[in-house]
């Protein structure tokens, strides 16, 4: 399950920078799943962070109320950020994941503490 992971985190990261949002939220869901299955701590993290690429779909379709959907999906990645921490397994993937959602939302001015 761990190179799953790993790989569906790669592909996340790679997925953000290509502006690829649901993408990005289709190939981080797949390793989701079976982490939702088995009640494992980080599905809630994941979740968040497959939220945070939906909220950048939205906004990138710019379609009629845009930032109002995707602020409210992006609570579940504020909320789940704090999972994080660096003893986590993937943790530096889990990281670059992060820092690149951040980014993202700085870029989108899309800053909600």
């Known amino acids: 399950m761990n ?10 990261i790679l997925l953000l920078k290509e502006e690829k949002y649901f993408e990005a939220h289709e190939v981080l869901e797949e390793a989701w799943h079976p982490l939702r299955l088995q009640k494992d701590p980080l599905a809630l993290l994941l979740k968040g962070m497959i939220n945070a690429a939906i ?16 602020k409210k999906v992006m609570v579940s990645y504020l909320r789940h950020r704090a999972l994080f921490t660096p003893s986590i397994r993937e943790t530096s993937l889990f990281s670059l994941a992060i820092e ?7 870029r989108q001015d899309f800053y909600l503490s």
């Open 3 to 12: 190179e799953d992971l790993a790989g569906a985190l790669e592909a996340f």
């Open 55 to 70: 909220a950048f779909e939205h906004l990138k379709r710019n379609r009629p109320n845009a930032k109002e959907k995707a």
């Open 100 to 106: 690149q959602i951040e980014t993202l939302r700085k």
